[in-house]
């Protein structure tokens, strides 16, 4: 019997009576997919269990949280984002998007599960994309902050920082457990404000060179010897 390669014309052989061809597919194709490239750049940083540390869960999801409060139709650009990294083998669909920042032990309905390594380092890329694509924005909310501050005026006063937080204190508020002790400890607006701002210096961070490393690093201080 003739076998026939994918890239030869077809040459049919007479089986039985009937026309045969047997097409061999590349053998590329049965190897394990890789991944995505723009993850290669972090470490693997791994605690004994090898999972994703509670802290780093935790402060990735908040990362996302305060993107979500800087861009109207934060989740579906992140998504978007997703695929522009070629993401799409680890973080298939919103529903698995959503699972795993739910990972998040501070959240209503969170997973019990723990997030991968691979998992957390694509929702640090996508983090991280995105905190450079809005770093004109962080820039300006954090300097009118400390104008603001410093001159002793409610940071109400500014109305693009006000919507920032507003939204931000609406978002924390609906998602987190407030029977968990760290989100009952932020019960007022001054308090989530904080948390806020400390989150849009994170982010500016994430937008220098090498932030994206240095960002990921960070979330295994004290997890990793």
Known sequence: MRICLAQDPPCPYSLFGMDVAVILMPSETLLTESNPLILDSLPDLSPNDGGCPRRARLQIDLMLLAIEALYLGGAEEMLAVSKELELESIIKNRVAFWLMRNTNPLRRYTQRRSLTIVEAKALVAIACNMARKLTATIRQLLLDSQQLRSRNIPLSENL?????LERFRAHFRSRMNPKRSLVA??????KLNELALNLLSKLLFCT??????????????????
């Open 160 to 164: 693009q920082l006000a919507e920032y």
């Open 208 to 225: 220098g060179t090498a932030g994206m490393q240095r960002f990921w690093v960070s979330l295994f201080d004290g997890e990793v010897e």
């Open 185 to 190: 400890a932020y019960d007022s607006d001054d």
